[in-house]
């Protein structure tokens, strides 16, 4: 089956957007159009970077020096992944293992404020940040719960949009049905260190809508949430926090 660059590009990022694990890869290809048929795709690699070191490599420079540093990252990453998914019971419900998964993130890490001058900056935007730093911004708070979500069994995806800007957060799906959260809305940020709460957890589409946020311009299919048997309220039958 021929497919064309456009093509190839479309379902890279639509595999990347499902697939935070692949921190190390940027969300961006080079099309290479030949004039012959023969399109073709090139990565751009992406690792996190300490205080000083340059870390955007260009498409085509998967180096061993690259290589190396990915896989030393990527272990790392994988190993806390384990390292957290061990401490959710493989019994309990799903939408128990959300909330732990929900709950282990607010409490560990916090919002970065900083990132766009921080040293480890392109850590802030992928599940890494979130994950093994503790600190990131939206994508980082967004992807390590999709990751996490995965790697126990729950369907998750991302939703790319604006809340007062231009933000990302998740959609889950429990028995069947599909809910919206926003992790990074339900970090205290600026209050109580060590604090998770709930307001943002299993929403349905209008209610988020109501609450500011609006995925009109998503490139990415987004399902339509309506279900609320698992809405925090009316699962663990008490307040947001």
């Given at each position: 089956?021929?497919?064309?660059a456009n093509g190839g590009y479309k379902i890279y990022h639509l595999y990347m957007f499902d697939n935070p694990q692949h921190f190390y890869l940027q969300n961006q290809v080079c099309v290479h159009n030949r004039g012959d048929g023969n399109d073709s795709?090139?990565?751009?690699?992406?690792?996190?970077?300490?205080?000083?070191?340059?870390?955007?490599?260009?498409?085509?420079?998967?180096?061993?020096?690259?290589?190396?540093?990915?896989?030393?990252?990527?272990?790392?990453?994988?190993?806390?992944?384990?390292?957290?998914?061990?401490?959710?019971?493989?019994?309990?419900?799903?939408?128990?293992?959300?909330?732990?998964?929900?709950?282990?993130?607010?409490?560990?890490?916090?919002?970065?404020?900083?990132?766009?001058?921080?040293?480890?900056?392109?850590?802030?935007?992928?599940?890494?940040?979130?994950?093994?730093?503790?600190?990131?911004?939206?994508?980082?708070?967004?992807?390590?719960?999709?990751?996490?979500?995965?790697?126990?069994?729950?369907?998750?995806?991302?939703?790319?949009?604006?809340?007062?800007?231009?933000?990302?957060?998740?959609?889950?799906?429990?028995?069947?049905?599909?809910?919206?959260?926003?992790?990074?809305?339900?970090?205290?940020?600026?209050?109580?260190?060590?604090?998770?709460?709930?307001?943002?957890?299993?929403?349905?589409?209008?209610?988020?809508?109501?609450?500011?946020?609006?995925?009109?311009?998503?490139?990415?299919?987004?399902?339509?949430?309506?279900?609320?048997?698992?809405?925090?309220?009316?699962?663990?039958?008490?307040?947001?926090?």
């Amino acid at each position: 089956m021929e497919l064309s660059a456009n093509g190839g590009y479309k379902i890279y990022h639509l595999y990347m957007f499902d697939n935070p694990q692949h921190f190390y890869l940027q969300n961006q290809v080079c099309v290479h159009n030949r004039g012959d048929g023969n399109d073709s795709l090139s990565f751009y690699y992406a690792v996190g970077r300490e205080k000083g070191e340059y870390c955007d490599y260009g498409y085509g420079s998967l180096t061993d020096e690259l290589r190396e540093k990915i896989r030393a990252k990527k272990a790392v990453f994988d190993a806390e992944v384990r390292r957290i998914i061990s401490t959710i019971p493989a019994n309990a419900p799903a939408v128990v293992k959300e909330k732990l998964i929900y709950d282990r993130i607010l409490i560990d890490s916090h919002y970065n404020l900083s990132a766009r001058w921080d040293g480890l900056a392109n850590d802030n935007w992928t599940a890494y940040g979130i994950l093994v730093n503790k600190y990131g911004v939206c994508e980082s708070y967004s992807e390590a719960f999709q990751t996490l979500c995965q790697a126990v069994g729950i369907n998750c995806t991302g939703i790319v949009g604006t809340a007062g800007g231009g933000h990302k957060w998740n959609a889950v799906q429990l028995d069947g049905e599909w809910y919206q959260c926003d992790i990074t809305f339900d970090d205290p940020i600026g209050g109580e260190q060590g604090a998770a709460y709930h307001y943002y957890f299993n929403r349905t589409s209008e209610e988020m809508t109501e609450m500011n946020h609006d995925w009109s311009n998503c490139d990415w299919p987004v399902p339509e949430c309506d279900a609320t048997k698992y809405a925090y309220k009316n699962y663990f039958g008490d307040d947001y926090w």
